[in-house]
């Protein structure tokens, strides 16, 4: 049985809280990416702005990207998922929480995120080339 391990993704893109939205839409284009880890003054990975979140929460709530922050719209707390779970302990955790990204922890340390899609197709990582771990 394939565990999170298998299929997390290790480099995840970042932004600190005061970004504004308008910057986030622009990093998620240019490294076609559906989401973005936010951070803390310290670096904790503290909220995830996905896609979903500025249609929502920018663009039907009628406020400005180039002022919003992406502390208020991000996700947070974070929802993580141990690296050792197995993929359908994900799955359920995604659906339990209504999410579609899950940050993925080994003990107290951030170490990558895992998508639905991820879950969903999982062989698709190998095809792509990403590596075990």
Known sequence: M?????????????A??????RELADIMKEKRIGSVFICDDEGRKVGIVTESDIVRKVVGGDR????????EVMSA??????LRANIYQAQEL???????????????????????RDL???YEHFERGTSWV
Request: without cysteine; charged residues 20%.
């Open 2 to 14: 394939l565990i999170v391990k298998d299929v997390l993704t290790r480099h995840v893109i970042t």
């Open 16 to 21: 600190h809280a005061d970004t504004s939205v």
């Open 64 to 71: 400005v990207p180039y002022v919003t922050t992406a502390q």
């Open 77 to 82: 707390p974070l929802i993580t998922v141990d």
């Open 94 to 116: 995604m659906d339990q929480r209504r999410v579609l990204h899950l940050g993925v922890t080994d003990g107290d340390d951030f170490v990558g995120m895992v998508s639905i």
């Open 120 to 122: 969903i197709h999982p």
